[in-house]
């Protein structure tokens, strides 16, 4: 009877310990199912998030753009000014058309509108504006500037495939970008085009698109002899 019953008690221990190493398995699968499903709702909710940003982008985009072309032309620019309660002529839209990487002057495209907007997290009128500040300080930071600065005549000749800038736009491009930060080097650089024969700058001649890359001091004209 003695014996029959420590065998007794030595299947009711293994038994127990079977039972506590199954209920531990069960735990950390139910844990580990647990921690699976908080990570995937914490994956989920930045990923809902960001899709709504990209939506009211995409809105605020389709209320100024084009129903056939499905892009904002130059009429959908001028009222997207008007809202921001600025000038067409603004450099801060050309600070924003290079912001948003534009190819084509006078038109933005649906991807360079998300990918300008969503990096000045604007999605609205109201936000657009307060964003200009940091955008102008973006662009004129030094290593910024001189790709802004080639990239507002280069965008000039976008349109219909042109390869010459007409002095007088390009005079005006100078006023507008650096007019406020450089204005003797400016009136110089305007003096001395006016003077020129030609009526028209062509890209691999004009000292905007230096092939040398020249510092941008030398673009300021530092470089350049202007008749007295």
Same mark, same amino acid.
């Given at each position: 009877?003695?014996r029959?019953?420590? @065998?007794? !008690? *030595?299947?009711?221990?293994?038994?127990?310990?079977?039972?506590?190493?199954?209920?531990?398995? #069960?735990?950390?699968?139910?844990?580990?199912? *647990?921690?699976?499903?908080?990570?995937?709702k914490?994956?989920?909710?930045?990923?809902?998030?960001?899709? @709504?940003?990209?939506?009211?982008?995409? #809105?605020?985009?389709?209320?100024?753009?084009?129903n056939?072309?499905?892009?904002?032309?130059?009429?959908?620019?001028?009222?997207? +000014?008007?809202?921001?309660?600025?000038?067409?002529?603004?450099?801060?839209?050309?600070?924003?058309?290079w912001?948003?990487? +534009?190819?084509?002057?006078?038109?933005?495209?649906?991807?360079?509108?998300?990918?300008?907007?969503?990096?000045l997290?604007?999605?609205?009128?109201?936000?657009l504006k307060k $964003?200009?500040?940091?955008?102008?300080?973006?662009v004129?930071?030094? *290593?910024?500037? /001189?790709?802004?600065?080639?990239?507002?005549?280069?965008?000039?000749?976008?349109?219909? @495939?042109?390869? +010459?800038?007409?002095i007088?736009? $390009?005079?005006?491009?100078l006023?507008?970008?650096?007019?406020? /930060?450089?204005?003797? #080097?400016?009136?110089? !650089?305007?003096?001395?085009?006016?003077?020129?024969?030609?009526? &028209? !700058?062509?890209?691999?001649?004009?000292p &905007?698109?230096?092939k040398?890359?020249?510092?941008?001091?030398m !673009?300021?004209?530092? +470089?350049?002899?202007?008749?007295?």
């Open positions: 009877m003695r029959a019953s420590k @065998k007794s !008690l *030595s299947s009711a221990a293994t038994a127990s310990a079977g039972a506590e190493q199954v209920n531990e398995k #069960q735990n950390r699968k139910r844990k580990g199912v *647990s921690t699976n499903l908080t990570s995937r914490a994956q989920r909710g930045p990923t809902k998030a960001v899709s @709504k940003e990209v939506e009211r982008i995409d #809105q605020f985009f389709y209320t100024y753009a084009d056939s072309s499905v892009m904002i032309d130059p009429e959908g620019i001028e009222t997207l +000014c008007s809202h921001l309660e600025v000038p067409h002529t603004d450099v801060r839209i050309l600070m924003l058309a912001k948003m990487g +534009c190819e084509k002057q006078g038109y933005f495209t649906l991807d360079e509108w998300r990918a300008g907007l969503k990096a997290r604007a999605d609205s009128i109201s936000k $964003a200009f500040p940091e955008l102008v300080q973006e004129t930071r030094p *290593s910024n500037f /001189q790709d802004f600065y080639i990239y507002a005549f280069r965008y000039c000749l976008t349109e219909d @495939k042109k390869k +010459c800038i007409e007088p736009v $390009a005079c005006e491009l006023n507008l970008v650096l007019g406020l /930060q450089f204005r003797p #080097q400016v009136d110089k !650089l305007s003096n001395y085009l006016k003077a020129m024969d030609s009526t &028209f !700058l062509c890209g691999s001649t004009h &905007f698109f230096m040398t890359r020249c510092s941008i001091d !673009l300021y004209l530092d +470089c350049v002899s202007v008749p007295k």
